[in-house]
Structure formats: C-alpha cells, structure tokens
C-alpha cells in the first residue's frame, strides 16, 4: 500500500505524478508480493522465466564455443542492467492479476505491444549503458594485461583473473565501476518501465523523471531495493542460469509492487 506522499510531479498531463515515501520494511514486503503472484499463476510466471534461461544458456554455449568466452564475466554483470527490460512480461502478468484479468503467456509475450515504441526507446537507452560497460571493461582488461593480448583458452583467461593479483585488482576496479554504472541505469529505471506499462500515454522522459524522483525521495529504501536486486540475480545466474527461472520472476513481479506502492497519479493539476 502507498504510503504518505513525497512529492507531486506536474509533467504536463492532465494527472499530476505522486511520489510516495517508502520505509526500509517495504523492500521485503515487495519481494513477499511477488512470491504471492508466481503462487497464483505458476505456469506463466516460471515459463516465462525459462524462457530467458534457454536463451542465456544458448548465448553462453555460443560464446563458449567460438573461443569468445572471456565475453561471458562483463555479459554476465551487464545482465543487471537489461534486468528492467527482461522483466516487462512479468509486470504484466503482475498487472492482470492485480486487475483480475485472465493470463496467458501469449498475452505476457506481447506485452510490450501497449507502448511498443517508448519502451523500445527504454531499452535502447539501457542497452547504451550496456554497451558503455563493455567499453569500459575491454579497455580496463587492456590497461591490466595490456593491449597485445595473448591467444589463450577462456579457462587460462579466468584462471588469471581469479588466481592472480593482477586479476583480482581488475575486479575490483571493474566492480566499482560497474556499480556506478548500475546505480545510474537503476535509478533512470527502476520504475520507469512498469509505468510505460501501466500508462501507454506516459512518454520515456516523464517515466524517467518519475523514476530519478522516486530514487531522490527514498533513498536509502531504493538502495536497499537495488542491493536484493543484485544479489537475487546474481545468485540466479550463479546457478548456472538455471535459477533465473525464479529469480527473474520473483523479481519482475515485485518491481512491478514497488512501482504500484511509490507511484500514483494525482487530482487532475488546475489549469
């Protein structure tokens, strides 16, 4: 349930945009919300989460097989980044059964149709940041191994990044970096796309101001949320992506409560 009322956002339609507080509790209800909804529709909620593993499992192979799979780490953390576009499925089964509405995987699928183009534009934008993370990983690997990079095994490659100081160093640094670059994509869009969901008339950029407001006015709750993000999905992919099956859902629909209790529309604005 949304709580008291942070802040209105008058981005010029007819309802202002209202921001509500969050407590640190609400993280956690959030996710218990989302268990709830994978129990009331199991079957589309989980094939729509193995739908992903298979083609994580089938990119992985693909890499691995060419030789490319020192692609695989900075693929692997810049799935953090992608996470709010993967999931637009499971906030809308998240949506029908809030409404009450029948759910089918088909349905769920073409979800994205209701406002195809503005969140193709959202993932373009987070695809940008996918993008600028690779960048920054190729050039951080060159700056530590150096730019002539031997031809090795992918095994011989991981063994020096987990096994050497060298390797570890670069790590850490990719981490720090990584996360900046993961907070800045989390608060552009943390609620941007359940709101391009759940109003087809709201554009990229006033689901983005929404989403930076929300950040701005709870803070600490939304670095709380970020952080059970991170670590369910990593734990998923951890599992041999294989554990994305529930992770992506439970995740999905519980974004989807946490846009519903931080964001609501106001008392038509006076004109």
Known sequence: MAGSIAAKLDLGSEHPVIIH??????PWQWLAAGWQDILRCPG?????????????LLIVGGLWSADQGSWLLPLIAGFMLMGPLVAVGNYEISRRLQQGSRVTLGQVLLAWRQNPTQI????LLLM????AWIRFATILFALFFGVDIPTVDTATIYTDLLLTGTGLSLIVTGTVIGAVLAFVAFALSVVSIPRLLDQPGTSVLEAVITSLAVVQQNLKPMLLWGL???????????LAFVGLAIALPLLGHASWHAYRDLVSEGQPADR
């Open 120 to 123: 193709a534009l959202m993932g």
């Open 128 to 131: 940008i940041f996918l993008l």
């Open 44 to 56: 589309v909620s989980i094939g729509y989460g193995l739908i992903w593993v298979v083609l994580s």
């Open 228 to 238: 059970i993000l991170s670590v369910i999905t990593f734990a998923g992919l951890a």
């Open 21 to 26: 507080y969050a407590t640190m509790e609400q």
